[in-house]
């Protein structure tokens, strides 16, 4: 596969893909390892991952910089490595705590049968990830899963696939890890194989796949854990502090360009305020710039057919009597498409910048006159991964938040989940399915339980069955 490189728009790399034939062998590989690494203990397995923890520091460099060529930006990719580097670390300090008690305990039911849990984790976890934040999406499943005693069968995307050279060579063979790991390049072809092998599959990507995958795990009887799209709401109250809510309103929704699932892409802002609002993001997006400059904070967009739905959904509400304030064009310089965060106004629930992902820095802001259609404006959507609501009553902020139909919401701030992984969440609606990624239940999930019922008593005879 040839991949393009998002600043230059040059197919730059090419990426030699997996046949299924050595996707199959890996998973017989890791499948054989396996039960040796369940067996060494949590112990050997905190300890083998912070020791790649230490051998990805001294990758750091070129980790980074084959992060940086495959996003088109430099200052974000040296954040995701850290952030992932702190989500490996974080999870081997804390994963102790969560494990469950196995002491035995008598059953309520009846106290002469003792049980026993016992946690046994899925052989082989086949993670699928996307291209928007490549080394942290590809590792946020792959670690608590490992941690679990899982092995586990790696596809990150062929979009920004380059990163993976040096974090495969990061995982150095006999280190222990090299058995109970396999990276998998490809595409689409390749991801399905991925789920022929596994016992349970982490999906990151979109609502489309994340379908096919449901289904195709479904057809499996394996589990799928899905982290899906968004189309996250922010409400703004009208006694919110302005300067803060549209900094923050402005870092998720163009952040990272706007390429991030909880990135917010609807602004309801209570009419009182919503011109002051519009004028205080307006001004302070006059002050970005491309990161091809000094200081400039927003990069290429990585992929091409992306870059073509941001401009449709643009066009799409443009046609229907929206008005762009700012940006409003995907431009292409020197090969790389590029886009100012753009505010519209005057847009409705028919327009598709209101109700499908575009993930791309667009502030749509529509006004209303009471919290409940505030609410019912939000929740009006396919859609339930993350939202915010800023107001300086925080009772009443809380009363807000309880209301919409999301997994995370963030108060006074917004897109929190992309850096508070320890708390449970779940997504709503078709942002995905199944046990939280994050927090307790993001390690629990690796196991199946069992259940050991030890009869201390009199087993019951059958004559309890007897007719009066
Ligand atoms: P995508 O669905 O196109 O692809 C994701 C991955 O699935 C890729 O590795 C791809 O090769 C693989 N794939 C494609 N078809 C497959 C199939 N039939 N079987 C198995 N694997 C298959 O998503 P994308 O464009 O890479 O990523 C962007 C999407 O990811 C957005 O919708 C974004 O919101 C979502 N996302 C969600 C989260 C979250 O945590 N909820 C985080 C980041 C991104």
């Known amino acids: 596969m040839q991949v393009r490189n998002p600043r230059t728009g040059e197919y730059d790399y090419h990426l030699t893909v997996d046949r299924l034939e050595d996707i199959r062998e890996k998973a017989i590989r890791l499948r054989a390892a396996q039960k040796q690494w369940n067996e060494a203990g949590l ?17 750091k460099e070129s980790v980074i910089n084959q992060l940086s060529i495959d996003t088109g930006r430099n200052k974000i990719s040296k954040i ?65 899963a490992l941690l679990a005693g899982s092995s586990v069968l790696l596809k990150a995307s062929e979009v920004t696939p380059r990163f993976l050279d040096p974090i495969e060579q990061s995982i150095v063979v ?49 589990p799928a854990f899905l982290e899906l799209g968004g189309k996250d709401p922010a409400i703004v109250l009208e006694d919110a502090d302005i300067e803060i809510t549209s900094e923050a309103i ?11 699932c909880q990135s917010l892409e609807r602004v309801y802002a ?28 927003l990069g290429p967009l990585i992929y ?71 609410i019912r404006l939000a929740n009006d959507s396919i859609f339930g991964l993350s939202a915010s609501v800023f107001s300086q009553n925080i009772e009443r902020a809380h009363h807000l938040a309880k209301q919409i139909d999301a997994g995370g919401i963030s108060i006074n701030d917004a897109s929190l989940t992309n850096k508070i992984f320890d708390v449970e969440k779940n997504a709503f609606k078709y942002s995905g399915i199944n046990g939280s990624r994050m927090g307790r239940d993001g390690f629990l999930r690796f196991f199946r339980k069992k259940a050991l019922m030890n009869q201390t008593g009199r087993p019951d005879s059958i004559l309890m069955q007897s007719e009066e």
């Open 174 to 222: 006999h280190s222990g890890l090299s058995d109970v790991i396999q990276i998998i390049r490809g595409g689409a072809e390749a991801g399905r194989e991925v789920i022929e092998q596994s016992d349970a599959v982490c999906f990151t990507g979109s609502v489309a796949t994340g379908q096919k995958i449901a289904a195709h795990c479904a057809q499996r009887f394996i």
């Open 304 to 374: 091409d057919k992306q870059a073509s739905i941001i401009q449709s959904h643009i066009d799409d509400a443009l046609s229907k009597g929206a008005i762009i304030h700012s940006g409003g064009k995907v431009e292409n310089m020197n090969g790389g498409l590029w886009i100012m965060p753009t505010v519209i106004t005057q847009v409705t629930h028919d327009m598709k910048v209101m109700t499908e992902e575009t993930f791309g820095p667009i502030i749509p802001i529509m006004t209303y006159s009471d919290e409940k259609e505030a």
């Open 270 to 297: 209570d009419e009182k305020i919503v011109e002051h609002l519009t004028q205080t993001l307006l001004e302070k997006i006059s002050t970005l710039k491309y990161n091809f400059h000094q200081g400039g904070a």
């Open 80 to 144: 995701e490595y850290e952030g992932t580097l702190g989500m490996i670390r974080g999870r081997c300090h804390t994963v102790k705590s969560m494990l469950p008690p196995h002491e035995p305990r008598p059953s309520f039911i009846d106290p002469n049968v003792h049980i026993t849990q016992q946690y046994i984790p899925y052989p082989v976890v086949g993670v699928i990830s996307p291209w928007n934040f490549p080394m942290l999406l590809a590792l946020i499943d792959a670690i608590p």
């Open 250 to 260: 402005l870092r998720s929704a163009a952040g990272a360009t706007g390429q991030a």
């Open 43 to 59: 112990d050997h397995r905190i300890s083998v991952i912070s020791d790649w923890a230490d051998r990805l520091e001294q990758n």
